[in-house]
């Protein structure tokens, strides 16, 4: 069975807006047994709808799209597939109803909203204004949904996947899981995952490189989710155990999370000392709900007056050394620990440019530490050859990455 996604809006053409729907529509599809196996982006136009509409029909069983249910002069979705399915319109009284108890009897486009192409069955919007839509028979179905991400949402979950579920039964469903590995090239990986693959032929392994986490999913078609289960453990274990210094599992793939569930559950607490990140390194942690539990703080030391003030870091080091060097970081993750009292702390000092560097120093050259309160610093180097916000992105992954490493020395 195929399913295709045609998401729709001159916004998105034209940068304005990112495509986030994309993303969230092949998760939950993936989740319940359909898996995308197409997306296009159309503009706002009549023909080009109907000519995309048709032409995708042809070739999918079902066919979602996001966008263009507004009431606006940019809204043409509904009229497009009207006329694909030669139906005329009506105005829905369940629509009509919804609407005037949210917004009242003055709300000037219940009317529009409500207008609804005859064949097709109703969505309830409870967030917005305009329906989704399902259209079936000749030529095939279309689903229609609001393309604000907060409308969606849960019209997919809610109504759309149960719809698909009832009408489209899938046998087996794909079920996944994952594993990521950090601080080794993709090359590495991929050459234990070729090996896996002729041991596990009943297993898709697939490989997504980042900055320094390289990603690998593990797929299999299965019944129910105890037949994945068994299928799935042994070559995750086998994968797990040849990566087992440098993996983490999390839900979402952010190697903070791993980096939180660790230091929640031994009961230890963090620190950073930034200075080229600009506090990068603490908006990836805070970012997630929980982090107060183990994360103290970070010194944004950025300019060099406030290595010195806050982080003790002797002022004839820097000009000695420069703020950039491994002796200057080393100092930098002590005063994190002194003045913080956390049981690890982070630093790192670079040039993420894209000027400030010379040839002994290039654009690029990043030193980073961790170190626990009882223990000796591991220091370490980062050539980068990168725009800017990638050698950030980088050193955070990297910084993180170590962290896990170097904690398992206190995992006991």
């Known amino acids: 069975m195929k399913v295709e996604l045609i998401v729709i809006g001159n916004e998105v053409l034209a940068g304005h807006t990112v495509n986030r729907n994309l993303a969230f529509i092949g998760k939950k599809l993936d989740q319940a047994g359909y898996t995308l196996s197409r997306e296009t982006v159309l503009s706002d136009s009549h023909e080009d709808l109907k000519e995309g509409f048709t032409e995708a029909l042809k070739r999918s069983d079902i066919v979602i799209t996001t966008g263009g249910l507004g009431p606006t002069i940019d809204d043409v979705t509904r009229r497009a597939a009207a006329e694909v399915y030669g139906s005329s319109f009506r105005i829905d009284d369940k629509v009509v109803e919804n609407l005037r108890g949210r917004f009242g009897d003055k709300f000037p486009t219940i009317e529009d909203q409500a207008t609804v192409p005859e064949k097709a069955q109703v969505l309830i919007n409870n967030v917005g204004t305009a329906p989704g839509l399902i259209l079936q028979g000749d030529p095939g179905t279309l689903i229609l949904m609001p393309g604000v991400p907060s409308e969606m949402h849960p019209i997919l ?3 759309v996947i149960p719809f698909l579920k009832k009408n489209f ?3 087996d469903q794909i079920y996944r899981r994952s594993l990521h590995i950090f601080e080794l090239p993709e090359s590495a990986v991929d050459a234990v995952l ?4 002729e041991k596990y032929p009943r297993i898709d392994f697939g490989i997504y490189p980042g900055m320094g986490i390289v990603s690998v999913t593990l797929a299999v078609k299965a019944k129910n989710g105890s037949e994945a289960d068994a299928l799935l453990h042994e070559p995750y274990t086998d994968l797990e155990e040849h990566f087992a210094t440098n993996c983490f599992e999390s839900e ?13 559950h031994k009961g230890w607490t963090l620190s950073c000392a930034e200075s080229c990140t600009g506090g990068a390194v603490a908006a990836r942690i805070t970012q997630h709900p929980g982090s107060s539990g183990y994360f103290l703080g970070s010194i944004v030391s950025y300019a060099n007056e406030v290595k010195t003030a806050a982080l ?6 820097i000009e000695e050394k420069g703020a950039v060097s491994e002796e200057v970081v080393a100092q930098m993750v002590k005063g994190a620990l002194d003045l913080t009292g956390s049981d690890f702390a982070l630093a790192v000092s670079g040039i993420a440019g894209p000027s400030g560097g010379t040839k002994e120093k290039p654009v690029g050259l990043v030193w980073c530490a961790v170190q626990h309160r009882d223990g000796e610093p591991h220091i370490w180097k980062l050539n980068h050859y990168w ?4 050698v950030i ?11 896990l490493t170097y904690s398992k020395q206190y995992n006991v």
């Open 157 to 159: 979950t809610e109504q």
């Open 312 to 317: 003790n870091v002797p002022s004839e080091l």
């Open 393 to 403: 992105l980088r050193s955070v992954n990297s910084l993180l990455s170590n962290l």
């Open 169 to 171: 039964p899938r046998k």
């Open 252 to 264: 979402s793939g952010n190697i903070e999370e791993a980096v939180q569930k660790l230091f929640i």
């Open 387 to 390: 725009p800017r916000h990638l």
């Open 194 to 197: 070729r090996q896996l693959a």
